[in-house]
């Protein structure tokens, strides 16, 4: 019978969630994780199925025992540059986004014979040898990141395993289960981001063209996920006939969306401002009609717990064409902005009544 390696990498560490947001977040954000982990691979892996936070993968193409290590290497390193560049990018404060840099992988790794089951049209791996490789992702390893080798798995590849690798065994249904690791936790450290200037100096360093403040009778976090949340900008930009952005990923600095309007397009691009003690969203593009740039910054700072004071700044940097229509332009600008806040408010006050938008 053909024989089969059988890999599963598995993500633990998310904090449990306690409303819509952070689970949809969270989802989001595993999602992510999960097709990096897949495009990470440097074997010809097929993958099985997604089972919750964990890949399901085998090759009848066995690897050594180099490969092997690389492979999880790779995507161990991968995985931790993308949750620590996360941590700089974030500009939601949920505890899914906030615990992304808590996120830890380990890897199951199974050799066995290679039987199929189809139902219907769907075909995959079926046997004694799936089940052992999933009793095994509850186990009692010591450490958060590791890889894990079966006796068959082992056995494989003893010619080549050093030292670092530890025995051990735990009972399952009354029967002894015995396995190998290594632990891979070192790895984590020896991730470097690069050092990345996330802030838009142009705009942290100049005096807004135009400064428009209003006071919500609404809790600061509640405006901030209708900012932010580019789900909920077609209810209160009016400007715009749609939003088009990636449904699936998690809006944070570099994010980039599509506002369609009755003539033309503009694309944004989502920035932010480092402050302690304000909440703070703003996007920039270069496509606006007259202008070179235009970014804005929309400052939530705390009051009380349902009173909020709104500040958005603009940043307008005209071109040549538009100095000449300057006045009319600001004008256009403020009113526009104006309308969009009083729309804000009057979706926040009837935020109760509006469909459920989670995906």
Known sequence: MQKALYFMPDISGFTKFVNNTEIEHGTHII????????????????LVE??????????????????LLELTTTMLENFHVHTKSYESK?????????????????FLVHYGELAFIKVKNFVK?????????????????????????????YDLYKNEVDETWVKTSESY???????????LESIQNTVQIADENVADETIENSI?????????????????????????????????????????????????????????NLNFETIAQENSDEL???????????????????????????????????FLELNTLGTFMKSNIFKMIKKMWNNKLDQLQLVLKNKNQLPNLNR
Not at 31 to 46: G, H, K, N, Q, R
Not at 243 to 261: A, M, P, S, W, Y
Not at 284 to 307: Q, V
Request: net charge neutral; hydrophobic share 35%.
């Open 31 to 46: 999602a992510e994780l999960l097709e990096l982990l897949i495009d990470s691979a440097t074997i010809d892996l097929e």
């Open 50 to 67: 997604i089972e919750g936070d964990a890949l399901f993968m085998f090759t009848s193409k066995i690897p050594n025992y180099k490969q």
């Open 90 to 106: 974030r500009i939601c404060n949920c505890g899914s986004c906030r615990t992304t840099t808590n996120l830890e992988l380990k």
């Open 125 to 153: 791996p079926y046997g004694k040898d799936v089940i052992k490789i999933h009793r095994l992702l509850k186990n009692q390893v010591p450490v958060n990141e590791y890889i894990l080798f079966t006796n068959n798995t």
């Open 173 to 183: 249904n009354s029967e002894p289960l015995e396995y190998f690791y290594k632990n």
């Open 208 to 264: 807004p063209t135009i400064k428009i403040e209003k006071y919500f009778d609404e809790n600061v976090q509640n405006i901030f996920t209708y900012v932010s949340e580019l789900k909920y900008r077609h209810l209160w930009d009016k400007e715009v006939k749609r939003i088009e952005f990636d449904e699936n990923k998690v809006n944070r600095i570099g994010t980039q969306h599509n506002c369609v309007l009755n003539i033309g």
């Open 280 to 314: 703070i969203y703003g996007e920039s593009t270069k496509d606006m009609m007259f202008a070179k740039n235009f970014s804005y910054l929309i400052k939530l700072h705390k009051i009380a717990e349902n009173k909020t004071k709104v500040e958005v700044n603009l």
